[in-house]
């Protein structure tokens, strides 16, 4: 193994090119056929780990249903408690980690450590909100009665995990879920199992120090079979998954089947708007940094770029140069702003959506090929150029402009009046992210309400990647109807009782409704 991957292995504990056990439950294990993690920067194999077999998955939920059990009577400010010792753990390692998320994933290490910082963040919220998720006192109809809308905890929550954010998913939902008082087990992609053992064991060590059954934040390393054990399962009240929308159409489906809950982040294909008016000299850097950025595999990487016709040629010219300054190569190294796909399969549709571009008589008008680096320890990575197209057809039922491709690919076409643009922003079947570049209040006016965007996430000169977590954050339509991390999205990890009270001697029907005994 290179010693670079040797050294940021080593700081967390893990040994280079060995065999690391996959399943926490209180204790770690786990027998099933070991993972590979692969570099996608260089090739190499970073270290094997073990998964559960369908008799561990079970043991490992029958223990997260326990952990809740008794979690759920911990006052949820203790809790909070407990989610800041986490937050402080955690933050000794931001640099640690973030090397690992860079090494692991292949995003560039700044990326990485941002990354690991929301992790950080929303242990903060969370540390807030344990101390914040009021019920509510309704007024009744009958003299002597109140009704409280109450809070509780909801039981086991399953977090199932992409490869693109292979760290800061899981805290969205581990925080908020702790703060509730539910047991959380997580099932990270098979491709980014080491950043899940890594802040797993962060998380298992404070709460084993303080007494607290370790199976209130379990993990499951495995594939599409130990992800469908956990779907299926009636232990667990709540899936919430983050993938493809293929995959998210089988797990709402299968979660549904059961009358189980479900929170859907899917699949994102995100547009931007450029006005005539626009502030040029932002549009363009956000624009470039939202395409580009994290190699195109952000579910809320700017996919669809609609340019106004009076301002088209000279923002393409403008933006190809631009194309041209990105410096491409190892991510862990300052200065490089792209790093590799994250696998081979991820080149592969790079490739066809380019091929689909040429084919239909479009044009490629920067990148467009793979891109071999000069060092040699970089040969065996995956990495592309990134890419502007100009499809033929504008008409965004096609399938270059309907599916998500997981890879910089940013498909440009011109339009003529902002009502034609926000028609086009909505004709696809996804619904996370959209940013319009204008300084015209009536063209936001028009953007924001009722006749504007339909996406989760809806910009104003902010590009369509990089959310905040103080807002809830996810997508409409095909993106899953999912909201997580910040606004009311905690609402979403308790479950709700009315409960009315009748304080006196009385007891009035509802409606008037009179039985004369
Ligand atoms: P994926 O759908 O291939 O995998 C996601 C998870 O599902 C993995 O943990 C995988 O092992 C598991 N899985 C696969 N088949 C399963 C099955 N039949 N039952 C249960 N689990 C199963 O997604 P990916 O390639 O890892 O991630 C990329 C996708 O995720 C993109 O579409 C991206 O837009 C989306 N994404 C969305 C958001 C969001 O917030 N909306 C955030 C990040 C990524």
């Not at 489906?253 to 000299?281: C, T």
């Not at 150029?385 to 100009?390: C, S």
Request: charged fraction near 15%; glycine fraction near 12%.
């Amino acid at each position: 193994l290179s010693s670079r991957a040797s050294t940021i292995l080593s700081a967390l504990r893990i040994p280079a090119g060995g065999d690391v056990p996959g399943v926490y439950d209180g204790q770690w294990g786990g027998t099933g056929e070991p993972l590979v993690s692969l570099c996608p920067s260089t090739g190499e194999t970073l270290a094997r780990v073990t998964t559960a077999t369908p008799q561990e998955v079970q043991t490992a939920l029958e223990k997260s249903r326990q952990a809740y059990v008794s979690f759920r009577t911990m006052p949820a400010p203790r809790r909070g408690e407990i989610i800041r010792q986490i937050r402080e753990a955690l933050s000794t390692k931001i640099d640690a980690l973030g090397a690992l998320v860079s090494l692991e994933m292949g995003k560039i290490k700044t990326e990485g450590l941002g990354e690991v910082q929301e992790i950080v963040d929303i242990c903060d919220y969370a540390v807030g909100l344990s101390r914040m998720m009021n019920g509510s006192v309704i007024s009744s109809e009958r003299p002597g009665h109140s009704i409280l809308e109450v809070p509780n905890p909801l039981g086991v929550v399953a977090v199932l995990s992409a490869f693109n954010f292979p760290v800061a998913v899981y805290g969205w939902n581990l925080a908020l879920s702790m703060a509730a008082g539910n047991a959380t087990v997580w099932k990270p992609s098979p491709s980014t199992p080491l950043c899940a053992i890594a802040v797993t064991r962060i998380v298992a060590e404070v709460l084993e120090k303080n007494g607290i059954n370790g199976a209130v934040a379990g993990l499951i390393c495995g594939g599409k079979d130990v992800g469908e054990g956990i779907v299926k399962s009636p232990d667990v009240d709540m899936v919430s998954f983050t993938g493809s929308e293929a995959v998210g159409k089988i797990v709402g489906k299968a979660v549904q089947d059961r009358f189980g809950k479900s929170l859907l982040e899917l699949g994102g294909n995100n547009a931007a708007i450029v006005m005539p008016d626009a502030p040029m000299h932002i549009a363009l850097p956000s624009i470039l940094f939202s395409a580009v950025g994290t190699a195109g595999q952000r579910c809320t990487t700017t996919r669809r770029l609609y340019l106004h016709r009076s301002i088209a040629p000279s923002f393409i010219e403008r933006l190809q140069r631009a194309y041209e300054t990105v410096k491409i190569g190892d991510p862990l190294v300052a200065g490089t702003l792209l790093g590799p796909l994250h696998t081979q399969t991820a080149v592969q549709n790079y490739q066809a959506a380019i091929s689909a571009v040429r084919s239909a008589g479009g044009e490629i008008l920067a990148g467009g090929t793979l891109h071999t680096p000069a060092s040699a320890e970089l040969q065996n990575g995956n990495y592309v150029l990134p890419t502007i197209a100009v499809p033929a057809s504008s008409d965004p039922k096609q399938d270059i402009w309907s599916k998500e491709t997981f890879a910089p690919v940013l498909n440009v076409a011109v339009f003529d009046e902002l009502e034609e643009a926000i028609a086009m922003n909505n004709a696809v079947p996804q619904g996370l992210s959209s940013s319009l570049w204008t300084r015209d209040v009536r063209n936001v006016g028009k953007w924001i309400g009722p006749a504007g965007s339909d996406t989760g996430i809806v910009n104003v000169n902010a590009g369509t990647s990089g959310a905040e977590i103080g807002a809830a954050f996810g997508g409409n339509k095909s993106t899953g109807w999912g909201r997580e991390s910040g606004g009311d999205a905690w609402k979403q990890y308790v479950r709700w009782s009315a409960c009315t009270i009748n304080f006196t001697d009385e007891a009035p029907l509802a409606q008037g409704v009179s039985f004369d005994l």
